[in-house]
């Protein structure tokens, strides 16, 4: 889990003007002539929710606007798909971003509404509420709110997750295969609800099942550089070598992802280190 940079709202007011200016489609008017007053009461909406760091709010969902303008907004959501005239919206978001900032197995594919469309129709085509996740990660994430705070995702553009090693991996060596077991370290110097927060967003996407069948093909990759280390330097020498990997992938990805957590907490496993890599790994 990471924080991401935050999109610029310069166009936001632009986006939205075109989100929900009025056309025809085989015969039927669509979309909405709104006000300029109209707009900037969407605007205010989006100054509000960058106050809240994006946390759900009643007044969010826009009851003093039209519902006609509402429901404007909710389908001018469409039109951020490639092609068409808010593509921009989502080219901008998604570039730059390599990898889920959530589980960072895979590139993202998708934008979720960090607050759901389907209930803050308002928000549905402001970038910042719009955020790059991979298709699975999307796709388990809930689309409704919950009313515990423990329950709620971070905001990757408006929370600040904490600079500190916070997830860890519990290696489990047995009968030949190797198993690591992700959660938030008790020992991490974060709050309790924070806490709460990351370890509800590994269960909610259940990112240990995901995890395990990433995490041998990704140490088929180390194999060689792992028994070289050995060969040469023993013990220590894998040792050093998984720190010094885990540093340039802390470095590439974030202190938090799930390849430099497993190397570091293969790094202390002393069997491991001894030579059980190599009844672990593939030959
Ligand atoms: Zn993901």
């Known amino acids: 889990m990471r924080s991401l940079a935050c999109p610029s709202r310069d166009e936001a007011r632009d986006y939205l003007a075109d989100a929900v200016e009025p056309y025809t489609h085989a015969g039927l008017s669509k979309g909405y002539a ?54 921009a919206i989502r080219a901008n978001l998604m570039a730059g971003v390599e990898l889920c900032p959530v589980c960072g197995i895979a590139p993202p594919r998708e934008l979720d509404h960090h607050l759901p469309r389907s209930t803050y129709h308002a928000l549905a085509v402001y970038p910042r509420n719009l955020v790059p996740l991979c298709h699975d990660c999307n796709h388990s994430k809930s689309k409704s709110v919950a009313d515990d705070p423990a329950e709620r995702f971070f905001h990757p553009y408006l929370e600040e997750l904490p600079n500190v090693p916070f997830l860890r991996a ?14 938030i370290d008790p020992n991490a110097a974060i709050d309790a609800v924070v806490r709460a927060r990351l370890a509800y967003v590994i269960e909610r996407l259940k990112l240990n099942e995901r995890y395990a069948r990433e995490i041998n093909i990704y140490l088929t990759s180390q194999v060689t550089a792992i028994r070289m280390s050995f060969a040469w330097a023993g013990p220590n020498g894998v040792r050093d070598y998984l720190l010094a990997q885990a540093d340039v992938e802390s470095a590439r990805f974030h202190l938090n992802h799930w390849q430099p957590v497993l190397l570091r907490s293969l790094a202390e496993n002393v069997d491991f280190c001894d030579g059980a890599f190599a009844d672990v790994l593939p030959a």
């Open 34 to 87: 709104a006000t300029g007053a109209e707009l900037d009461s969407v605007v205010a909406l989006y100054d509000a929710y960058d106050a809240g760091f994006g946390a759900p709010a009643e007044p969010l969902k826009g009851a003093g606007l039209t519902v006609e303008l509402r429901n404007a907004i909710h389908n001018g959501y469409e039109f951020t798909q490639a092609g068409r005239k808010l593509a």
């Open 170 to 183: 519990t290696i489990i060596i047995h009968e030949g295969g190797l198993v690591a077991d992700y959660d």
